[in-house]
């Protein structure tokens, strides 16, 4: 037979190897593209039977199962409105891709970006992994006994695999481009980093997570749950470890203890779900409000548990988990587990801060000109200390956002987090560092995160390798560490701070204009006002409590404006420092040569020669309309030219919407050549004589 596969007697058996060409050379950086495409040559077999290959009837053979497929090469063009671009590579990079396409007279500037396109399904397998776990678990859906799949056999180190999502015959528009799953509707500002999903029904997200908005994809930093992560060292594969419960401190209810976490020697570590099930049942807890997950390294020699708090309960910036040696009060209690197993260690450390994004705003205004060269600078307490730090440099009046973003960034209150251990240097290896740690680092720190030392503000520690959970590596930019000398350390958060800049850098006020006309001269004899003012400024809206007069003067609309008591210049009070931050002038004197009118103009610049803060500047929007005109409004009619109609039956007429003429001795009075569709009356007797009324037939 084959191998284990057995064949008729008589029949040709011996061995067989498969090989499988999963890496070939090719033209995109010394290997094919995609991995393990391309045709390879029949492997070559020397031998002699009966010499060097022995049997009856022997031979060897090369036998070619499946020709790889062929690699993407080449190139391709983009056109638009007849402008064609010159050749750009499948694989071209992105600027470059840039430059070509804002090479053509049609097109302006353009942003580019590039990703791999993982679509082609591995069929016959299917993986299974726990969340923030680094192992996949491999199924295989079929019992083909001559070729069964081994992933081993479809894919190298280094390859690129996607897991879930859907093809490309997804429902979706958007499915085709990478198999992303349609998500939610999301609000958006622009330049701003926080969405909100407008389906209430909406999956959870979880910071790691990645999401598609129009054509670019975003990471979710964070979502308002908070997580923490508890970093455990073992001695050993197999020895005893950790020892030790937590405690945590909510709703004014302190120090309520978890089941001891602990690994007794050749047993299993405490699971996620038996931690879970432990957190949930705190009493200043509750269910449903915390998942908990649990990675380790490949010979379990660490283990880090993340905790989402992510329940209506917890949702927000939480108190951090505290770790209590032994298990003598845990819940319950585990008399025998006294304190840490030896060799054990462990950290706890906030890994995303829950609660509302903070987001500050920052107004620099002139009334006139501009200013040039270093305006301000910025200062940020720290969230973990009492410690201020000011922006090194001064900044700009127009200042672009990345500018103020990198000054706010470098400030280390703003971009740096305390780390729950410290650092030693044990050896230096030209500009590499081999550090230890005082406690397990596990799950807390990774290849490529920026660490910072106090004592040197400006320079970074790159990790390069992790070694251990208590030892790793990590490049010196600038940083000098003594040997064998006890260190604080932080990590560094890159973009920790995002700004946007609103405005034109010009010193230019809103300005609306409010336009009334008529078509006849309006008499200024008429008892009261005719409409009112409706004003919406940060998202407060108010009215005018009284009507305006139609011929109402500048000064009587900026009246009417100043009371309506808006918080003008932010001191959350209104005072008399809040008046005339918008400024009215009128132009038309109400004949036709100005539409029997007026204009009004309404600039929102602040009290003229007066120093302070005044929020119509910079990014106000304020918002300004007519309401109420005329009696049905709540006002006054206008006063108008009149002429004597016709009586009306007023006590047939009154409260209906249709109107009898009235009968004078004996004769039925007739609109005929007194009243049409369109026209408006008044009751000169009646107990509204100013009240307009328009005839509809």
Excluded at 52 to 70: E, H, M
Excluded at 339 to 355: P, W
Excluded at 599 to 607: D, E, K, N, Q, T
Aim: proline share 3%.
């Amino acid at each position: 037979g084959w191998g284990a596969n057995g064949v008729a007697p008589g029949t040709l058996g011996g061995y067989e190897w498969r090989v499988y060409f999963l890496r070939n050379t090719g033209a995109k950086d010394g290997f094919s593209f995609p991995p393990g495409s391309g045709n390879i040559d029949p492997l070559t077999i020397t031998y002699v039977a009966g010499v060097s290959l022995f049997g009856s009837d022997v031979r060897a053979q090369s036998i070619k199962y499946v020709d790889g497929s062929t690699p993407i090469d080449g190139s391709f063009t983009l056109e638009l409105n007849g402008a064609k671009t010159d050749f750009i590579q499948y694989d071209q990079q992105p600027l470059a891709t840039k430059y070509l396409l804002e090479s053509l007279p049609t097109i302006g500037e353009v942003s580019t970006a590039s990703e791999y396109r993982l679509m082609e399904k591995i069929e016959g397998v299917t993986v299974s992994v726990s969340r923030d776990s680094g192992v996949l678990s491999v199924h295989y859906d079929t019992t083909d006994a001559v070729n069964p799949p081994d992933i081993t056999q479809m894919l190298a180190a280094g390859d690129l695999i996607r897991i879930g999502g859907t093809d490309a015959s997804g429902v979706n528009s958007q499915t085709a481009i990478d198999g992303a799953e349609f998500y939610s509707t999301l609000e958006v500002v622009s330049q701003s980093p926080i969405v909100t999903s407008l389906d209430a029904n909406a999956a959870m997200l979880l910071p790691g997570e990645m999401l598609r908005l129009g054509a670019d994809n975003y990471a979710v930093v964070k979502t308002g749950a908070e997580v923490q992560v508890i970093s455990v060292e073992c001695a050993s594969t197999n020895s005893s470890c950790g020892g030790f419960h937590l405690t945590f401190t909510h709703n004014q209810i302190t120090d309520v203890p978890s089941l001891c976490i602990n690994r007794d020697e050749g047993e299993m570590m405490t699971s996620a779900a038996e931690l879970s099930e432990s957190l949930n049942g705190l009493a200043n807890i509750g269910d449903n409000n915390v998942l908990v997950t649990r990675a380790s390294n490949s010979d379990n020699t660490s283990y880090v548990f993340s905790v989402y708090f992510v329940g209506e309960n917890v949702l927000g910036d939480n108190n951090e988990l505290k770790v209590v040696d032994g298990c003598v009060a845990s819940v319950p209690v585990v008399g025998s587990v006294t304190t840490l197993s030896s060799g054990s260690s462990v950290s706890v450390f906030t890994a995303v801060q829950g609660g509302y994004t903070e987001q500050q705003t920052i107004r620099v205004n002139v009334d006139d000109g501009y200013i040039s060269g270093g305006l301000f600078k910025l200062q940020a307490q720290s969230y973990y200390s009492m410690v201020a730090n000011t922006t090194d440099n001064c900044i700009d009046f127009g200042a672009e956002p990345s500018v103020v973003a990198a000054e706010l960034n470098a400030i280390e209150s703003l971009s740096q987090q305390p780390l729950p251990f410290q650092i030693r240097a044990t050896s230096l290896s030209g500009s590499e560092y081999r550090l230890n740690t005082t406690s397990s680092a596990f799950g807390i720190i990774e290849v490529g995160s920026v660490l910072s030392v106090p004592h040197d503000r400006t320079g970074r520690l790159t990790v390069t390798s992790i070694l251990s959970p208590t030892s790793f590596t990590a490049a010196s930019d600038s940083v000098t560490l003594q040997l064998d000398t006890s260190y604080d350390v932080r990590l560094v958060i890159s973009n920790a701070v995002q700004v946007a800049r609103y405005g034109t850098g010009n010193s230019t006020s809103t300005v609306l204009r409010i336009v009334q006309t008529a078509d006849e001269y309006v008499y200024p004899g008429a008892a009261g006002g005719y409409f009112r003012l409706r004003m919406i400024m940060n998202g407060v809206e108010k009215k005018t409590a009284t009507c305006l007069p139609y011929h109402s003067t500048a000064e009587e609309v900026q009246a009417a404006i100043n009371s309506l008591q808006f918080d003008f210049n932010g001191d959350t009070t209104y005072t008399s420092s809040d008046d005339d931050h918008a400024e009215v002038t009128r132009s038309g004197d109400g004949s036709s040569t100005s539409g029997f009118g007026y204009s009004y103009y309404l600039r929102f610049a602040g009290p003229t020669l007066e120093y302070g803060r005044s929020e119509v500047l910079g990014k106000s929007v304020p918002f300004v309309e007519v309401i109420g005109e005329g009696e049905f409004g709540g006002c006054n009619d206008l006063e108008g030219a009149t002429t004597d109609a016709i009586y009306i039956n007023y006590k047939l007429s009154n409260s209906s919407t249709t109107w009898f003429t009235a009968n004078i001795n004996g004769v039925q009075q007739s609109t005929l050549s007194y009243l049409q569709a369109g026209d408006r009356i008044r009751l000169p007797g009646s107990a509204a004589p100013s009240k307009t009324f328009t005839v509809l037939s």
